[in-house]
């Protein structure tokens, strides 16, 4: 767990700083900065910070696109908390998952003092597939979005096979679906 007291903000950031529609915001508050002051972080590479935002919606439901219009405003990654879900954006992928911060603590195990390690574990809990050893977020997330892709298709080829009628063309679809299948396979 990673304490956040030090990084507490709780700061409401006014609708009209972000471009985009975010009319069915009804605010925006600034609840966390993780950084190297703040958490006892250490640098590597790029990445300097982590922002968590709760962000409450007029209506019961999620506008989604609220959230890529507040992340094109902020350089760093951010954690939104919207609801009892959490959501982030990494590669331009919108991800949602059971709520990670509770009080003062981000509910995700420490594994080492620099915040590129943490944020990788972040997005591991945001992503539903084991990420590989030696693989970058950049590349564990364009995997995810390969394998989507494919259970996209497999969805929609088996559709075309329940609904073929002629036996040789049934024949050719399934050996279609059966070799999209191994590619899921093989990448997951």
Known sequence: MVNLKRAKVNKRIPKNRFKGDLSAVELVTWLYKISLETADFRKAGDLAEIQIFEVKFKADAIDKKAFAAIQKAIPYPIIFA????????????????????AG????????????????????????????????????????????????????????????EKQPNKRIQLNEELKRLKADKEALQ
Do not use: C, W
């Open 82 to 101: 919207a609801g009892a879900k959490n959501y982030t954006i990494a590669e331009g992928t919108l991800f949602e998952a059971d709520a990670i911060v």
């Open 104 to 163: 003062d603590e981000l509910q995700i195990e420490r594994r080492s003092s620099l915040i590129s390690d943490l944020y990788d574990d972040i997005i591991k809990h945001f992503v539903p597939i084991a990420k590989r050893m030696g693989e970058n977020t950049s590349e564990f997330i364009a995997r995810y979005s390969i394998i989507k892709g494919l259970e996209r298709d497999i969805a929609s080829l088996q559709k075309r096979v329940d609904t």
